[in-house]
């Protein structure tokens, strides 16, 4: 079946512009993750969904980020003002349901901000 | 808080070598340990995992075996293959507040020479 797609796989942008990343996990998962990639910090979670639940925001670095997800599928991920530090590959996750522990990760955007 | 530490790369090995990456992880209560594979250009992905001490999660002649005693997670292979140069990435997932999220070391480079 399809996996985690994630659009666009990549994504130059200029300093101070907003970005939105989308991610549609695999049908039926109820839980979705948005993790960061970079070289300074290996891989870093940001933000959580399960159903209907509120998100858990803690990873988000700051105000600038934010991510909603809709009807219980699609997510975007919004970044305002863009910095050249927010230059990463962002991965989306989706899981079957709470308490499963597994994660399949969609192939992730990679931001590139000049 | 939720730590991994795994050992540094980049690692080398001819074919056919024994391969042992080694992971330790900080964790309240009983996490579930995972290690994650990305290979040149494409996404993460889930290559074994073990939910509780003792098991032993395998899959493509990798092995890891969950020790609580020394809280490792070490990933082993008996003969490794050009094919399995990638990065990987030991990890731990807990549910914590009616969140889960994975923790990530910060990945070990292994290159296969034929």
């Known amino acids: 079946g399809a996996g985690v797609s994630q659009s666009p796989s990549n994504k130059v942008t200029e300093k101070g512009k907003d970005v939105e990343l989308r991610c549609d996990p695999i049908s039926g998962h109820t839980a979705l993750y948005w993790y960061r990639q970079s070289l300074g910090q290996g891989l870093e979670f940001l933000i959580y969904f399960q159903g209907n639940s509120a998100p858990d925001k803690s990873g988000l670095p700051s105000d600038r980020f934010s991510a909603e997800r809709t009807g219980g599928s699609v997510s975007t991920l919004t970044i305002q003002r863009t910095q050249q530090e927010d230059s990463a590959v962002y991965l989306c996750a989706s899981s079957p349901r709470q308490g499963t522990h597994e994660q399949y990760f969609g192939p992730g955007t990679r931001l590139t901000v000049t | 808080g939720n730590s991994v530490t795994q050992m540094e790369g980049p690692v080398t090995l001819s074919e056919e070598a024994f391969l042992t990456i080694n992971c330790t992880y900080t964790?309240?209560?009983?996490?579930?340990l995972f290690w994650y594979v990305q290979y040149p250009g494409e996404g993460l992905q889930l290559l074994l995992k073990a939910t509780k001490a003792d098991d032993k999660g395998s899959n493509k002649g990798f092995e890891a075996t969950y020790r609580k005693e020394t809280t490792s997670f070490h990933l082993e292979k008996g003969s490794v293959q050009v094919s399995d140069s990638a990065v990987y990435f030991c990890?731990?997932?807990?549910?914590?507040?009616?969140?889960?999220?994975?923790?990530f070391g910060k990945g070990t480079k292994l290159t296969v020479n034929p």
């Open positions: 990890a731990l997932s807990r549910t914590q507040g009616g969140s889960e999220k994975l923790v």
């Open positions: 964790a309240t209560g009983y996490p579930s």
